[in-house]
């Protein structure tokens, strides 16, 4: 996650977006909202989305139609852009884009987990390679958060194990039928209603999920990259 090399203090972070949904908005939101105070210090500079027309996308192509590129090439090669934030999710296309940046002197930051967890040996050796930084972050408990509270701690402490609730769709379901003694059926499609679950909840009954976290968080923890298939599972859909 973090190259062993310091993160050399700039005078100013400008951020491109890539991906402009729910989260790539949700990005922008705090960047625009950080660009008013007084010395801010970091800037959205550019929002990589080919439909400009999209619910998120419109309102910012209105008021700052300049922000936006539709090429991934010509965004990659401005050169006021250091940071990448990647919110497109998937692992074809952000894999891509991901490296592509770090060989054009950008430094990644993504909650991308899937992409992490598949191919996160692969692309931080691109980053090492390249003197940049690939950051994620987010991809494990993000609003806590683990990953920089385990660097922080494996610098005075070895970690032997872990015990963790890692994904919050089954951590509900389980707790329905648990306290109120719900069907995985029902509580699955409560769960869904209130937003918790997607409405293709395979990752998460299956565990799929919770095992790409845990490699994400067994590489920070022994410096070394386990295939997913590496670590045993089991779901919940199984359970009544």
């Known amino acids: 996650m973090f190259n062993n090399k310091k993160i050399k203090l700039m005078s100013a972070l400008n951020i491109a977006i890539a991906g402009f949904g729910t989260i790539g908005s949700g990005v922008a939101h705090v960047l625009e909202q950080h660009s008013k105070e007084p010395?801010?210090?970091?800037?959205?500079?550019?929002?990589?989305?080919s439909d400009t027309k999209g619910?998120?996308?419109?309102?910012?192509?209105?008021?700052?139609?300049?922000?936006?590129?539709?090429?991934?090439?010509?965004?990659?090669?401005?050169?006021?852009?250091?940071?990448?934030?990647?919110?497109?999710?998937?692992?074809?296309?952000?894999?891509?884009?991901?490296?592509?940046?770090?060989?054009n002197g950008k430094h990644v930051v993504t909650a991308n987990k899937d992409l992490i967890a598949v191919h996160g040996a692969e692309l931080m050796a691109v980053a090492r390679e390249n003197g940049r930084h690939l950051l994620f972050e987010a991809a494990?408990?993000?609003?806590?958060?683990?990953?920089?509270?385990?660097?922080?701690?494996?610098?005075?402490?070895?970690?032997?194990?872990?015990?963790?609730?890692?994904?919050?769709?089954?951590?509900?379901?389980?707790?329905?039928?648990?306290?109120?003694?719900?069907?995985?059926?029902?509580?699955?499609?409560q769960a869904q209603e209130l937003g918790f679950a997607e409405q293709d909840p395979t990752n998460d009954i299956k565990g799929i999920d919770a095992r790409y976290k845990l490699v994400i968080l067994t590489y920070l923890i022994t410096g070394q990259w386990f295939a997913p298939e590496q670590i045993n599972l089991e779901g919940i859909d199984h359970l009544e």
Do not use: H
């Open 55 to 103: 619910k998120f996308a419109r309102p910012w192509f209105e008021k700052r139609p300049e922000l936006f590129y539709d090429n991934p090439d010509k965004l990659l090669a401005d050169s006021q852009v250091n940071v990448i934030v990647e919110t497109i999710g998937g692992s074809g296309f952000s894999r891509e884009l991901i490296t592509k940046a770090l060989k």
């Open 39 to 49: 010395d801010a210090t970091i800037n959205l500079v550019g929002i990589l989305e």
């Open 140 to 189: 494990v408990a993000g609003a806590i958060p683990v990953l920089r509270l385990l660097k922080d701690y494996l610098q005075v402490q070895d970690i032997q194990g872990i015990r963790a609730i890692l994904n919050g769709t089954t951590n509900y379901i389980l707790s329905e039928m648990e306290c109120n003694d719900l069907s995985f059926e029902t509580a699955l499609s």
